[in-house]
C-alpha cells in the first residue's frame, strides 16, 4: 500500500521568509496529492492540491510542485505570517487517501 | 451551519466502557470517512463508507464497529475501551471516493482512564 513520508516534522520561520515541506510517496499509482493544514483543536482543511498531470500549482502566497518520477512534492509557503503557524499534512492518493506525518510549523513575529 | 458536525467533541470514560461517536454531514456528499489522530498527530483511515456501504476497513480492532444508516450519517462505536484507543477522531466527507477534497469535522477526542 501506499506510503508517505514528510520532512522536517518541525520548522520555525520568522515571518516574511518562506517556508518549504517535502513529501515522497511510495506507490506510482497515486495520482491526487493535496496538502492541509490543521490549526489548534481543529479539523484538518484543504489549503492546495495538486494531480499527477501537472508539475506545479500556485495559489497566492502557497505553491505545490510535484515530481513523479522521483515521487517527490513539495510545499512552498512566500512571505509567511504569523497566522500561518499550524501543522501541515501531505497526502497522496491511489484508492485512498494515506496521509504524511505533518510538519509543525511555526512562524515567529 | 456546520458541514462535518461531531458528537460529542470529548469523551472520557473508563477502560472496558462501551462508547459511540456521531458525524453528520449536509454536504450532500456520498463518502465518509473515519480517521483516528494519536498523540503525535498522525491522521490515520480507519473506515470509509460510501453510499452506505463500506468501502474501506483497515486493520482496525473489531471493538470499532462504524455504522451508517443513511449518506448523511457515519457513527462510530467502540467496544470495550483501552488505553491506546485514546486519541482524536475526525469524521471527514467527500464526493466521490479519494478524488477529491475531504471535509473534516472538528474531531472528537477520547480520554480513556
Known amino acids: 500500500g501506499e506510503n508517505v513520508e514528510q520532512h522536517p516534522s518541525t520548522l520555525s520561520v520568522q515571518e516574511g521568509d518562506s517556508a518549504v515541506i517535502k513529501c515522497t510517496y511510495s506507490d506510482s499509482a497515486s495520482n491526487y496529492f493535496p496538502w492541509y493544514k490543521q490549526e489548534l483543536g481543529k479539523g484538518p482543511q484543504l489549503i492546495i492540491d495538486?494531480?499527477?498531470?501537472?508539475g506545479e500549482k500556485k495559489d497566492q502566497r502557497i505553491a505545490v510542485t510535484l515530481n513523479k518520477t522521483a515521487k517527490h512534492f513539495s510545499l512552498h509557503i512566500t512571505e509567511t505570517q504569523p497566522e500561518d503557524s499550524a501543522v501541515y499534512f501531505c497526502?497522496?492518493?491511489?484508492?485512498?487517501?494515506?496521509f504524511g506525518t505533518g510538519t509543525r510549523l511555526q512562524v515567529f513575529p | 451551519d456546520t458541514a462535518v458536525s461531531q458528537t460529542p467533541k470529548y469523551l472520557v470514560t473508563q477502560m472496558g466502557n462501551d462508547k459511540s461517536i456521531k458525524c453528520e454531514q449536509n454536504?450532500?456528499?456520498?463518502?465518509m470517512y473515519w480517521y483516528k489522530q494519536d498523540s503525535k498527530k498522525f491522521l490515520k483511515i480507519m473506515f470509509s463508507?460510501?453510499?452506505?456501504?463500506?468501502?474501506i476497513n483497515e486493520t482496525v480492532p473489531n471493538r470499532f464497529s462504524p455504522k451508517s444508516p443513511d449518506k448523511a450519517h457515519l457513527n462510530l462505536h467502540i467496544n470495550s475501551l483501552e488505553l491506546g484507543d485514546s486519541a482524536v477522531y475526525f469524521c471527514?466527507?467527500?464526493?466521490?471516493?479519494?478524488?477529491?477534497?475531504?471535509?473534516f469535522g472538528e474531531g472528537s477526542r477520547l480520554t480513556v482512564l
Open positions: 471527514a466527507s467527500s464526493q466521490g471516493l479519494a478524488t477529491g477534497e475531504l471535509f
Open positions: 495538486i494531480r499527477s498531470n501537472v
Open positions: 463508507y460510501n453510499n452506505k456501504e463500506l468501502i
Open positions: 497526502a497522496a492518493t491511489a484508492d485512498k487517501l494515506i
Open positions: 454536504l450532500g456528499h456520498d463518502t
